[in-house]
């Protein structure tokens, strides 16, 4: 069993559906909590984080993690085309965080 | 500024060969990491670097990859020899390792060497 569960999708939506990606893990020890937005042919790059319990909003984005359920959530409110990418969480625990753990991905089509 | 720097971008090569993976952080970053993406692997951390030392190689596949960083500036990722079974996208990121107060675990991507290996 992987540490990190994410659906692959592909999760396909219309110009301005509420989105909901999210992940799953079973390390207990996981205090950081990431999403990266990935685009075809480029590398990832840091969308949302957050440490520990909790929401975080950042725009049309929020970020929700919880412990007790080992379970993350990414929410796009009113999304755009151009939101159409490769969704990716990842985790690290408190001590080695700089080993951080990803899911495989959840690839986002929003049509206009 | 400039980015997280990988060369090649792409890389055809046959069963056997030696591939050689270059990267070059981001200036002022002491930390660099190695990882290999595939679909059904997702991403996966190879080896990484903390001012120049390697401090984790537990995720290096097989004795057949090797990874050196000879300075600040300049990393490669060696495969010798190559198998089909390496073909992925492999990335190369790089931070400013953590501090007490610094804990954000931002990682900076280059954007990626295509190996495909026949």
């Known amino acids: 069993q992987k540490e990190v569960e994410q659906d692959p999708g592909p999760l396909s939506v219309p110009e301005g559906a509420i989105v909901s990606l999210n992940c799953t893990y079973s390390n207990s020890a996981f205090q950081y909590f990431m999403w990266y937005r990935q685009y075809s042919r480029k590398g990832p790059e840091l969308l949302m984080y957050?440490?520990?319990?909790g929401n975080k909003e950042d725009g049309r984005f929020t970020a929700q993690v919880d412990k007790s359920s080992k379970y993350i959530s990414l929410f796009i409110r009113d999304s755009q085309p151009s939101d159409s990418a490769t969704y990716l969480c990842?985790?690290?625990?408190?001590?080695?965080?700089?080993?951080?753990?990803f899911g495989t991905g959840t690839r986002l089509l929003v049509s206009p | 500024d400039a980015g997280v720097i990988q060369s090649p971008r792409h890389e055809v090569t046959e069963m056997g060969q030696e591939v050689t993976l270059r990267c070059k952080p981001i200036s002022g970053h002491n930390s660099l990491f190695w990882y290999r993406q595939t679909m059904m692997r997702g991403l996966e951390l190879l080896i990484y670097?903390?001012?120049?030392?390697?401090?984790?190689d537990s995720g290096m596949p097989e004795d057949r990859f090797s990874a050196k960083m000879p300075n600040a500036s300049f990393s490669t990722l060696k495969i010798q020899p190559s198998e089909p079974r390496d073909s992925a996208v492999y990335f190369c990121a790089s931070n400013h390792a953590p501090t007490r107060t610094l804990r954000t675990g931002e990682l900076f991507f280059g954007e990626g060497s295509r190996l495909t290996v026949l």
């Open positions: 670097f903390n001012n120049n030392v390697p401090i984790d």
């Open positions: 957050t440490y520990s319990s």
């Open positions: 990842a985790m690290s625990p408190l001590s080695g965080f700089q080993k951080l753990v």
